[in-house]
């Protein structure tokens, strides 16, 4: 995917059980002035990683229930996955190239 993935609960959980690539997880909202910056560097993230990596949004307003189940309490929140575990979280803006070295040691 060339882009990042709008996923819901159940898009989520079918996407990150099977997923054999590392998947970088953006716990977002709309109204986050910090979250709307780090969008572009998160789409292109999804470019750059492409065949290599998941790029998955998940907006907070819209589905608690996935920032409850990472206990996210603030956003932007990422969450990098590898074979369905947490491998890595950070709350707060990061560049593309940092999320970029996550994915990167996540898939060694």
Same mark, same amino acid.
């Given at each position: 995917?060339?882009?990042?993935?709008?996923?819901?609960?159940?898009?989520?959980?079918?996407?990150?059980?099977?997923?054999?690539?590392?998947?970088?997880?953006?716990?977002?909202?709309?109204?986050?002035?910090?979250?709307?910056?780090?969008?572009?560097?998160?789409?292109? !993230?999804?470019?750059?990683?492409?065949?290599?990596? !998941?790029?998955?949004?998940?907006?907070?307003?819209?589905?608690?229930? !996935?920032?409850?189940?990472?206990?996210?309490?603030?956003?932007?929140?990422?969450?990098?996955?590898?074979?369905?575990?947490?491998?890595?979280?950070?709350?707060?803006?990061?560049?593309?190239?940092?999320?970029?070295?996550? !994915?990167?040691?996540?898939?060694?």
């Amino acid at each position: 995917m060339h882009e990042p993935i709008e996923v819901d609960a159940a898009a989520f959980d079918d996407i990150v059980g099977s997923a054999s690539q590392p998947i970088l997880v953006d716990f977002w909202a709309a109204w986050c002035g910090p979250c709307r910056a780090a969008a572009p560097q998160v789409h292109a !993230l999804a470019e750059t990683m492409a065949g290599q990596a !998941l790029v998955l949004k998940v907006d907070t307003e819209a589905h608690p229930e !996935l920032a409850n189940r990472y206990n996210v309490q603030a956003i932007p929140n990422f969450v990098v996955l590898k074979h369905g575990e947490v491998v890595r979280q950070q709350p707060g803006v990061a560049p593309r190239e940092v999320m970029q070295r996550w !994915l990167e040691e996540a898939g060694r």
